[in-house]
């Protein structure tokens, strides 16, 4: 018998167009039906769909189960089924099925088979082929519901793998399948990273609302008064027939405006799944905090199922925009196997994005873990559930790499960046700068931090906290080597190409000979910022300075490389809602006002070596382009990088 082989990759060059929305190629429901899968959401690029199969021509039988143990299924009837291919050239013998029990083929399923023509196929990139039943199927404790077709020649990807799927993790009963000759066993896929089979059926369901949603916002917003900004607001799907408009009104410091309606841009459909939009506020111009309540009254245009839900929060209506940066903490350490891909998202960040974001990584229980003699990480680490985690502006905790998708594959590429320009999207309530400089003998340092608040306030509940933050630290002994998972799929390296986790997945179970950047190496104030930092009462465009004197931190030497490669992160902290509002980070001057002091320890004897723009901003790794390039000897070189 042939060893079956579970393959599961991009479709790389295949599919060129963007999916359609389903609502684009279903049949038009009738009044109470919906369609609806356990994957329901479908990613905007096609690529990034899963793809399984034997890699042979076979016959392929692969459903889901339907249980009344979900709501959503408990008294429903199945009208329709849905399904994927990738492509339709040597596929024959098409059918959808429904059956009590995992059928040995679609001819021994023993509810209903329908065959579906050859008019009716599509391909991934025309979305799903939609088939309605001949006779409606009330659920009764539970059934399978499947499609089978035969690949007649597997040469091409398409026929190779010809079940789609999508997703990070197989829910429970979301996947099953088995191949007539290569693997004749059915495949319960349920907790496989393969994600769930992009299977839907069309449900109609007297029990389960059509039109119903819940709602909460963000505890505070920042918008420029007098102008048309949005609030984020956090949609959960409770309805039959998913969200396609709300009706809502903003109740501002106790009055109360008009009914307004909000279309999603995409009708959102997965039943208890929530969904991100931004709501339509213009503030008043008055600069100053609003409590504000937003009230949901209808969904789909009918109140009839929903009754009116509020959600309150704080409205800061600003002068002006302030250049805003996020805050990334990556919290890691060497002894982390999959940490390596916090460690490439943070260097991607910072070459591409580096004027927007302040970068710190927080290593625990290695040799780059914050000293225990200043004011440590300890309070905020004990927050975090496992490495690798990052949080982004203290409030959004999520994957350093992957961020906040949850429906990644192990080779996708960085999606952080989105969490991040998402945050970037909404205004700060204060500009934030920093500009550390040591003493003439490089022991003491001083920071003075200038912010800016754009609006009125009597009292002023913000605080400052700094991080000192190291580069280019490394070392040759055992204790600087990187444990490393991805070295597992090395055999399958070639799908990591196209991401910078490529040379991770090539570099061997333990990762030596790296530079760590990033390393929180002190810190003051960082749980909620030092007291009397900030001073009341705040006034719109009046400039606060603050300034931090601190001696260099007892810090080993082993980890004191460099000092030219020092530098100080200043965060502004809302002690209302623990959010960091503004970020800066600067390199510690010279007395002298030089970018340069010297090194205080060999680089673990290696050279140390930094790549600068023309800027003088530090690069991670070198982009395309002419950069000057700054030994360790201080000798500096043009170089241009192809």
């Known amino acids: 018998m042939k060893k079956p082989i579970f393959i599961y990759l991009l479709l790389l060059a295949l599919v060129q167009t963007s999916l359609p929305t389903a609502a684009q190629t279903a049949e038009t429901p009738q009044a109470g039906q919906a369609w609806w899968g356990y994957c329901q959401a479908l990613p905007d690029d096609p690529n990034d769909i899963g793809l399984l199969g034997m890699e042979t021509a076979d016959t392929y039988d692969a459903c889901v189960k339907l249980t009344r143990a979900s709501a959503v299924l408990n008294g429903a009837t199945v009208h329709g089924i849905a399904f994927m291919l990738p492509a339709t050239e040597h596929i024959e013998h098409v059918r959808v099925w429904l059956s009590k029990k995992l059928p040995a083929s679609a001819d021994s399923a023993d509810v209903q088979v329908k065959d579906v023509s050859a008019e009716a196929l599509r391909t991934m990139s025309q979305g799903y082929i939609r088939v309605l039943l001949d006779t409606p199927y009330e659920v009764e404790d539970s059934v399978y519901a499947g499609y089978t077709f035969t690949v007649t020649q597997a040469a091409t990807d398409a026929g190779n793998y010809p079940l789609c799927c999508y997703g990070s993790k197989t829910q429970d009963n979301a996947f099953f399948f088995h191949a007539h000759r290569s693997l004749s066993t059915w495949q319960d896929l349920s907790g496989s990273p393969y994600g769930d089979l992009l299977l839907q059926v069309l449900l109609s369901n007297p029990t ?194 992957h961020g906040t998708d949850q429906s990644y594959k192990i080779n996708d590429n960085i999606y952080i960046d989105r969490d991040i320009n998402r945050l970037l999207t909404y205004q700060s309530e204060a500009a934030l700068t920093v500009a550390p400089r040591w003493n003439a003998d490089s022991t003491v340092f001083e920071a003075q931090a200038n912010i800016t608040f754009r609006y009125n306030r009597d009292d002023a509940p913000y605080a400052l906290a700094f991080v000192l933050v190291a580069d280019d630290l490394h070392g040759n002994i055992s204790s600087w080597n990187q444990e490393n998972s991805y070295s597992q799929f090395a055999a399958q390296a070639s799908y990591f190409e196209s991401t910078p986790l490529y040379d991770i997945v090539r570099g061997g179970s333990r990762l030596a000979g790296l530079h760590y950047n ?125």
């Not at 009254?297 to 309150?312: H, I, K, L, W």
């Not at 943070?346 to 004027?355: A, I, Q």
């Not at 790794?621 to 950069?627: D, I, M, Q």
Request: aromatic letters at 6%.
């Open 208 to 401: 389960v609302p059509q039109n119903k949603a819940s709602l909460m916002a963000a505890e505070s917003v920042t918008l420029a008064g007098g102008q048309e900004g949005s609030v984020p607001v956090y949609l959960t799907n409770e309805g039959l027939l998913g969200i396609s408009s709300i009706g809502y009104s903003w109740t501002v410091d106790g009055t109360e405006g008009d009914m307004q309606t909000y279309t999603l841009p995409q009708p959102y459909t997965t039943i208890g799944g929530t969904a991100v939009v931004g709501v339509p506020l213009t503030p008043d111009a008055d600069f100053r905090q609003h409590d504000v309540r937003l009230t949901l009254r209808q969904v789909n245009g009918s109140s009839d199922e929903t009754a009116p839900q509020m959600t309150d929060l704080k409205i800061i209506t600003v002068t002006e925009a302030s250049e805003r940066r996020i805050l990334v903490e990556e919290f890691t350490g060497t002894w982390c196997g999959w940490c390596p891909r916090g460690m490439v998202a943070l260097d991607y960040l910072h070459e591409h994005m580096g004027d927007q974001t302040v970068l710190i990584a927080v290593h625990g229980g290695d040799l780059m873990a914050i000293e225990q003699k200043t004011n440590n990480y300890n309070a905020v680490l004990n927050t975090v559930s496992g490495f690798p985690y990052a949080y982004l502006n203290r409030v959004l905790g999520c994957d350093p790499y």
């Open 518 to 642: 990033h390393v929180a190496m002190a810190a003051w104030g960082i749980s909620q910022g030092i007291d009397g930092s900030i001073a009341a009462p705040l006034v719109a465009g009046q400039t606060q300075t603050y300034t931090l004197s601190a001696p260099l931190p007892e810090i080993s030497a082993t980890l004191l490389q460099d000092k030219r490669n020092l530098s100080l992160a200043a965060l502004l902290f809302n002690r209302e809602t623990g959010e960091v509002v503004n970020a800066a980070i600067g390199s510690i001057a010279a007395a002298d006002g030089q970018s340069g002091i010297g090194q205080t320890a060999a680089a673990g004897s290696q050279e140390a070596l930094s790549v600068y723009d023309l800027q003088g901003r530090r690069l991670t790794s070198a982009g395309r382009g002419l950069h000057i390039m700054r030994m360790g000897n201080g000798e500096t070189k043009k170089i241009y990088t192809r």
